[in-house]
């Protein structure tokens, strides 16, 4: 009995330490295994693409290994103290607190230290194992998924809210107001419209299609932006944006050169559009700024990704911020490119 009892704590012991070492890896170990030429790292590997396969069958074997520790270690109690036959609630305790004690122990937390520290050997030693094991509890891991999937259709899911979600960020800690405020930018953003963050049209600074390249360069060092809007007759016709790294070198070279060959397409956005979804397209598109529309087509303002970053993490030092610093560099190109013509 107590040789069984024994073999029976290693089980558990190694059972344990298997989910604590294979749920445990990280993406660096993995690739590590993915590129090992090696039986057990596959075994490692395979187990994990169906993750909740391989809990299930842990937890079975493990449920099963603790199951026979508890009846055998009741009849090993039961020979070493008889005098609890005759009292059923003191032999009850005495059980309880002996075989807790002795499966907690050797059979949860020390083996699971040991897995933390040496996840990858515990895992590969366990692998061989579990892969023999694993097709073994497919049929009761099927239905279990099953009533599982059933259950959750008859009850419904419980999603989370955007409400849920500001409560649980008003809770955090006070320590954590940085990543606090963050949390609520983004809890924000599916349900902020454009139009609550974007430039207005009267603080818009656009290029006239028909302005001259000194014209161009004027207003380019003067606002000190890298990205303007080009309009023909007003800003309601937007023709698209003139990235000014694209040009500047070629205007300070030539003043004849036709810059509006540079000018890039504009996107147009609805001012109701949310924020979250212009910076999916955003990012889908590799842009950084569009043209925001209201709804009779005419130009309402302009909207940038800085914009949309400010909202979650607050104030960002943009080029308005560093206007003169701007200027002061595209004037001393200019004078520079002179100078040196001359």
């Given at each position: 009995?107590?040789?069984?009892?024994?073999?029976?704590?290693?089980?558990?012991?190694?059972?344990?330490?298997?989910?604590?070492?294979?749920?445990?890896?990280?993406?660096?170990?993995l690739?590590?295994?993915?590129?090992?030429?090696?039986?057990?790292?596959?075994?490692?590997?395979?187990?994990?693409?169906?993750?909740?396969?391989?809990?299930?069958?842990?937890?079975?074997?493990?449920?099963?290994?603790?199951?026979?520790?508890?009846?055998?270690?009741?009849?090993?109690?039961?020979?070493?103290?008889?005098?609890?036959?005759?009292?059923?609630?003191?032999?009850?305790?005495?059980?309880?607190?002996?075989?807790?004690?002795?499966?907690?122990?050797?059979?949860?937390?020390?083996?699971?230290?040991?897995?933390?520290?040496?996840?990858?050997?515990?895992?590969?030693?366990?692998?061989?194992?579990?892969?023999?094991?694993?097709?073994?509890t497919?049929?009761?891991?099927?239905?279990?998924?099953?009533?599982?999937?059933?259950?959750?259709?008859?009850?419904?899911?419980?999603?989370?809210?955007?409400?849920?979600?500001?409560q649980?960020?008003?809770?955090?800690?006070?320590?954590?107001?940085?990543?606090?405020k963050?949390?609520?930018?983004?809890?924000?953003?599916?349900?902020?419209?454009?139009?609550?963050?974007?430039?207005?049209?009267?603080?818009?600074?656009?290029?006239?299609?028909?302005?001259?390249?000194?014209?161009?360069?004027?207003?380019?060092?003067?606002?000190?932006?890298?990205?303007?809007?080009?309009?023909?007759?007003d800003?309601?016709?937007?023709?698209?944006?003139?990235?000014?790294?694209?040009?500047?070198?070629?205007?300070?070279?030539?003043?004849?050169?036709?810059?509006?060959?540079?000018?890039?397409?504009?996107?147009?956005?609805?001012?109701?559009?949310?924020?979250?979804?212009?910076?999916?397209?955003?990012?889908?598109?590799?842009?950084?700024?569009?043209?925001v529309?209201?709804?009779y087509?005419?130009?309402?303002?302009?909207?940038?990704?800085?914009?949309?970053?400010?909202?979650?993490?607050?104030?960002?030092?943009?080029?308005?911020?560093?206007?003169?610093?701007?200027?002061?560099?595209?004037?001393?190109?200019?004078?520079?490119?002179?100078?040196?013509?001359?």
């Amino acid at each position: 009995m107590g040789i069984s009892l024994i073999l029976l704590l290693g089980c558990s012991a190694l059972i344990s330490g298997s989910e604590t070492s294979f749920f445990s890896l990280s993406p660096k170990q993995l690739d590590k295994l993915k590129a090992e030429q090696d039986k057990r790292s596959a075994f490692i590997l395979r187990l994990l693409g169906n993750p909740d396969h391989l809990l299930a069958t842990i937890l079975q074997i493990n449920n099963c290994v603790n199951i026979l520790i508890v009846l055998i270690s009741s009849i090993i109690i039961g020979h070493i103290f008889p005098f609890l036959d005759t009292n059923p609630v003191m032999e009850f305790v005495v059980n309880s607190i002996i075989v807790t004690f002795i499966l907690v122990l050797f059979g949860e937390i020390m083996p699971k230290i040991i897995a933390t520290h040496i996840p990858v050997k515990f895992a590969k030693f366990m692998s061989r194992p579990l892969i023999f094991v694993a097709p073994l509890t497919k049929p009761f891991y099927w239905l279990m998924s099953k009533f599982t999937n059933r259950f959750s259709n008859i009850h419904g899911k419980s999603d989370v809210t955007l409400t849920d979600l500001e409560q649980a960020v008003e809770i955090a800690t006070p320590s954590a107001s940085e990543e606090k405020k963050i949390l609520k930018g983004i809890v924000k953003l599916p349900t902020t419209d454009v139009c609550k963050i974007m430039r207005p049209r009267v603080d818009v600074v656009a290029l006239d299609i028909e302005m001259s390249n000194e014209e161009v360069i004027k207003i380019a060092t003067e606002c000190g932006y890298s990205r303007l809007p080009v309009y023909k007759e007003d800003l309601d016709d937007i023709k698209g944006f003139l990235y000014i790294k694209d040009v500047l070198p070629f205007l300070l070279d030539n003043t004849s050169y036709n810059w509006k060959k540079h000018i890039r397409e504009a996107y147009f956005v609805p001012e109701s559009k949310k924020i979250n979804d212009l910076l999916e397209e955003f990012r889908n598109k590799k842009m950084h700024l569009a043209v925001v529309v209201d709804e009779y087509g005419g130009t309402d303002g302009i909207v940038t990704l800085e914009d949309i970053l400010e909202e979650i993490f607050g104030e960002i030092l943009d080029e308005g911020d560093v206007e003169d610093l701007n200027e002061a560099k595209l004037t001393n190109n200019y004078k520079n490119l002179t100078n040196n013509k001359l």
